[in-house]
């Protein structure tokens, strides 16, 4: 039995239906049991956990040979991040109680960076879980490349995709969340340990540049990315509700100035097979077009 956190999420919900496939029992941890149906409907058992509620989740990975960890999303955290240091928290209290056979822990690429920036949430679940006597690897994963979903309406009716990204010609570190789900998968399964730290990036970095033709080709129009300048993110953000953007703004400060990068050497990276173009058809789908 593997019991899977974040299973309604792109990657959560991949590694569940690659787990399913492979004949393999899953357990669905989820809050709210009416979007769990669906994978109670597919032959999952169900376990209703809030992940701030740390003898439910306890329930909910008693007696999984794996679990599957994934800390929930949050782009406009509190300063000093206590969302996400209280559901870690949980997290640490549920997994040394539980004691699964192993742990695979969504991660990111640059969760050891020293910068603050958004996705220090992950460095501090990765301090946080290493302290645990327990068997558990960190699935570090480059920008996802379903993020372009929020690309296809200004491509689509404007042309032009506003690039926080930038230079424009600078290549990024991305993957797409199939590729995630499927080492997510093969680690969970594979008979021998697997190693602290895993590393995962695409088959080949991408340039906004890259993604703009890419989306040119695929809607059949012209589309090119603009630069959105450094001095205009904290209003944008703001305007879009957000109240804390900083550490947002500091994460993309991270991947242009290249300080947001994998830690180990590239000859020990994974990378997945899929490429952004593989990807978009389905986004564009995905978007009601």
Known sequence: MYAITGITGQVGSNLARQLLSQGHKVRAVVRDAVKGQTWADLGCEMALADMNDSPALTRAFGGAKGVFILLPPNFDPSPDFRESKAIIASLCQALADSKPERIICLSTIGAQASQPNLLAQLGLMEQALSKLD?????????????????????????????????????????????????????????????????????????????????????????????IVLRDQWEQIFRAQGMTNPTPRAQMLDGFNQGWIEFENAENTRIKGSTRFADILPDLIMRAGM
């Open 134 to 226: 327990l068997d558990v690897t960190f699935l570090r994963a480059a920008w996802f490349m379903e993020n372009a979903l929020w690309d296809i309406a200004p491509a689509r009716d404007t042309g032009v995709i506003p690039s926080f990204l930038q230079p424009l010609d600078k290549p990024v570190p991305m993957v797409a969340t199939r590729d995630i789900a499927a080492l997510a998968a093969a680690l969970l399964t594979q008979p021998e340990t697997p190693a602290k730290i895993v590393e995962l990036e695409g088959p080949a970095r991408i340039t906004p540049n890259q993604i703009a033709a890419d989306f040119a080709r695929s809607l059949g129009k012209p589309v090119h990315a603009e």
